[in-house]
């Protein structure tokens, strides 16, 4: 059974840091491609940072230089190190995981790409 699970999420005030994991059972993450997206009251879920198999990274502009997105193959755990947070940085923060096929044959930060989810972690920020 695949599952994924989150861990980490908290309230801090603006300028502190958190660090995610996600936990996963039932496969390898390191032959997938791994995110992590976010969630705020009223938006849609976006994905904010990847990495896929081979350890290349994507990030979403709004985190970038921010927020670093790693993986842990040999304990199948991803993270996700928050710093220099902002208020805007609050919301249910979800990790994810898509498989490599004809129809996406690269690592995306689209939701409906990936197939498996965690059940989300929340993240406060205070100013």
């Known amino acids: 059974q695949v599952e994924l699970a989150e861990s980490g999420g908290g309230s801090v005030q603006s300028g502190g840091s958190l660090r995610l994991s996600c936990a996963a059972s039932g496969y390898t993450i390191g032959r997938y491609c791994m995110g992590w997206f976010r969630q705020t009251p009223g938006k849609e879920r976006e994905g904010i940072a990847n990495i896929d198999a081979e350890g290349h990274t994507t990030y979403a502009s709004s985190v970038k230089g921010r927020f670093t997105i790693s993986k842990d193959s040999a304990k199948n755990i991803l993270f996700l190190q928050m710093n220099n947070l902002e208020p805007e940085d609050t919301g249910v923060y979800y990790c994810?995981?898509?498989?490599?096929?004809?129809?996406?044959?690269?690592?995306?930060?689209?939701?409906?790409?990936?197939?498996?989810w965690g059940q989300g972690t929340q993240v406060t920020v205070s100013s």
């Open positions: 994810a995981a898509h498989d490599f096929s004809s129809t996406v044959p690269i690592c995306t930060l689209i939701t409906p790409d990936f197939t498996d």
